[in-house]
């Protein structure tokens, strides 16, 4: 490889003058830089596999950063054209694609958002970054705001013969509380009502303040909606309907005589950041990397064909690469997950503990990083998510259910023979007992207790300080940064920078960022870093900074004995 790299290297060195011309006629003047989101938006996709290129339609916003930078640099390039199809994304992603755009706006660059199948209020949010917002002409723009939905299921079970339980450390900890309650507790609608107004507030700022009207004119906007094709710009939504052939016309851009395509003048914005990231001389040396950690999906100790899991074992080997691998200058933990097995998560944060005595690692929340989500974030150096990212939700909860009554009705007996005073607590055939339900409580409790002495030693607090933050409370981002539990709002660009902080200047702006993908094979159990080592690393990292510059899932791990950390929030908040 080294002896590749240096015949390269001198291949580059001969092309050296074609390729510097090159470089300075990427674009012509007055160009706009395409973008297409059409499906998921994330921080930072891995480099696909050579048979996943063309499958692959997500776009990262570490790409549209990178994008916007170039753009507001090359005084030749006049713009974005963003084509919004179809999003998948989240509130807090949202809120970092809009950030992207506004930036080229606040810059002086033309921002045209292009709607032509409409949008919701995850779009609006977008597209009122735009300088220019066009709408398809028979397509409606719905922000509508923010609801949440939560069906209390207790009656049915009742029915049923279904007999639920659930143990909660925290008034706030509302998983699982529509099993065994009719109605939303106090703390529960408290806790989304806040959210909502949280997301609420994000939505009428950006249509106040990219749109030009005031912040009451907004909320008329939103309460007033949907609107189809035209009235969209009677309310200042839109500035015009067009298809998709018809913006090079709006925006201004001559047409040759001849036939052509009718993206002339337009330069897709993958193609323009690939011409001007490509070195025109190639590294001797490979590249140090930050390396992307990605928590997504419900925590497990295993995979499930249900949905996304992140599991510990999983963690585990992508944590031991990145500290065996000298490349590996930082760490940066992409959380995107609501919680799940207590052990699991503690597992993981082990590993997290181990790294972050290494290596500088700083935690990225994204849409959601809540209960044990924030459980694993716990030990960063550094924890950075967006304002309206859901967090917090510091509490623990078990969940059984009972089954005997439905059995009883099928006309079905059990005969038990045990042996053990609680043999039988894991049982789904009989209710719990005192005896049982005490031990079960003093197990959560623990815990409970576990969790806060966690979350107070990464963050460098005391217990008692941390309690009356916990309690299964949820936050945004913003509450969170406020109460200590966050250290930076901003998005995955924002984490970028604040690892790159960490490290030493010499390597500090090349580190470029690196997602992860577990290894297949078994790793060797690391040994702990000795005090020594860690202290030395912590020291050198230090010191280079301050230079120049569902129920369902509840009661499935609940149910072999496992605690849950997991967020609940009452279904579709925020759709």
């Known amino acids: 490889m080294p002896l590749l790299r240096f015949l390269g290297f001198l291949v580059d060195l001969l092309f050296y003058p074609i390729r510097a011309l090159r470089r300075g006629r990427v674009v012509e003047e007055g160009t706009f830089i395409t973008l297409k989101i059409d499906g998921a938006v994330t921080d930072v996709l891995a480099r696909p596999r050579f048979w996943e290129i063309r499958a692959q339609k997500a776009i990262s916003l570490h790409d549209v950063r990178e994008i916007v930078d170039h753009v507001i640099a090359d005084d030749r390039v006049r713009g974005l054209v963003v084509t919004l199809k179809s999003l998948a994304a989240g509130m807090a992603t949202a809120a970092s694609l809009r950030d992207q755009l506004a930036r080229a706006r606040a810059a002086g660059k033309e921002v045209v958002v292009h709607l032509p199948l409409g949008g919701g209020t995850k779009e609006v949010l977008i597209a009122t970054a ?56 106090d703390a529960q609608r408290e806790q989304l009502e806040k959210l909502l107004d949280r997301f609420d507030a994000a939505l009428l700022d950006a249509i106040a303040e990219g749109r030009s009207v005031s912040r009451e004119r ?69 590249a140090p990397v930050v390396a992307v950690i990605p928590v997504h999906g419900a925590i497990a100790h295993a995979s499930s064909q249900f949905g996304n899991f992140a599991t510990d074992d999983k963690l585990a080997r992508m944590v031991r690469i990145a500290r065996l691998d000298r490349r590996v200058k930082g760490v940066i933990l992409h959380v995107d997950s609501p919680g799940g097995s207590a052990l699991a ?30 459980y694993v974030a716990a030990p960063a150096h550094k924890i950075v998510c967006e304002a309206v990212t859901i967090t917090g939700s510091i509490g623990v909860v078990g969940a059984r259910l009972t089954l005997e009554p439905l059995m009883a009705k ?50 460098k607090m005391r217990v008692d300080e941390v309690e009356p933050l916990a309690r299964g409370r949820v936050y945004t981002g913003e509450d969170a940064k406020a109460a200590g539990l966050v250290d930076v709002l901003g998005g995955f660009d924002v984490a970028l920078r604040e690892v790159r902080a960490m490290l030493p200047a010499d390597v500090r702006e090349a580190a470029e960022p690196h997602v992860m993908r577990a290894p297949r094979r078994e790793l060797p159990i690391l040994a702990p870093p000795s005090d020594g080592e860690a202290g030395r690393r912590a020291a050198s990292a230090l010191l280079s900074a301050i230079l120049p510059t569902p129920e369902r899932i509840i009661v499935e791990l609940a149910a072999t004995g496992d605690r849950v950390l997991t967020l609940w929030t009452g279904g579709d908040a925020g759709r």
């Open 410 to 459: 099928l006309g079905i007996t059990t005969e038990v023979v045990q042996r053990g005073a609680r043999a039988g607590l894991l049982s789904p055939s009989a209710p719990l007992n005192e005896d049982e339900r005490t031990a079960l409580m003093r197990e959560l409790e623990a815990t409970y207790r576990t969790f806060v002495r966690v979350v107070a030693q990464g963050r």
């Open 345 to 374: 998560s503690d597992r993981m944060h082990h590993e997290i503990v181990q790294l972050a005595r290494e290596k500088p690692v700083v935690a990225c929340m994204a849409n959601v990083a809540a209960s044990g989500g924030y």
């Open 218 to 286: 907004a909320r008329a906007i939103v309460d007033g909606g949907p609107y189809f094709g035209e009235a969209a710009i009677e309310v200042g939504l839109a500035d015009a309907v067009a298809y998709e052939d018809e913006l090079p016309a709006l925006l201004g851009m001559k047409r040759r005589g001849k036939p052509g395509p009718v993206t002339e003048g337009m330069v897709e914005g993958s193609a323009y950041l690939s011409a001007r990231k490509r070195p025109i001389l190639r590294r001797l040396t490979r």
């Open 130 to 185: 735009g300088s220019k917002v066009f709408l398809g002409p028979a397509a409606q723009l719905a922000a509508l705001g923010f609801t949440t939905r939560t069906r209390y299921v207790k009656r049915a079970l009742d029915k049923a013969g279904i007999v639920p339980e659930v143990y909660a450390c925290g008034e706030y900890k509302s998983a699982g509380e529509s099993l065994v309650r009719d109605s939303m507790s």
